[in-house]
Nanobody, 123 residues
Framework: VQLQASGGGLVQAGGSLRLSCTTT????????VGWFRQAPGKEREFVAA????????SYADSVKGRFTISREYASSTVFLHLNNLNPEDTAIYYC?????????????????WGQGTLVTVSS
């Protein structure tokens, strides 16, 4: 299973980034996909999820209105658009493919996890 997150980097507060999670069509075309993050010294936390058909999106309260999750079937890629970033968003961001067509904040709902991509927001 190939699952690769990319797009992280260093950005100033108020800036934007677009993270990409590239999978194979076989891995994710009928499955929900989620994004999680883990900051230094903290537990992994849910960020956003999207259903197999691009609907049924959900977000953590801390990112609602600032982050947007979307998916592009042609490239088997799920994007996470990060806007109005603040230093509290600094973390390693992970994408994961769910066991079923929809998913949410429970890590147990996810079958495959990719290596993360680091997002650093400076003040």
């Amino acid at each position: 299973v190939q699952l690769q997150a990319s797009g992280g980097g260093l950005v100033q507060a108020g800036g934007s980034l677009r993270l990409s999670c590239t999978t194979t069509r076989r891995t994710s075309s009928n499955n929900g996909v989620g994004w999680f993050r883990q900051a230094p010294g903290k537990e992994r936390e849910f960020v956003a999820a999207i259903g197999w058909n691009g609907g049924a999106t959900s977000y953590a309260d801390s990112v609602k209105g600032r982050f947007t999750i979307s998916r592009e079937y042609a490239s088997s890629t799920v994007f996470l658009h990060l806007n109005n970033l603040n230093p509290e968003d600094t973390a390693i961001y992970y994408c994961a493919v769910a066991r079923g067509p929809y998913s949410g904040s429970d890590t147990q709902q996810y079958r495959y996890w990719g290596q993360g991509t680091l997002v650093t927001v400076s003040s």
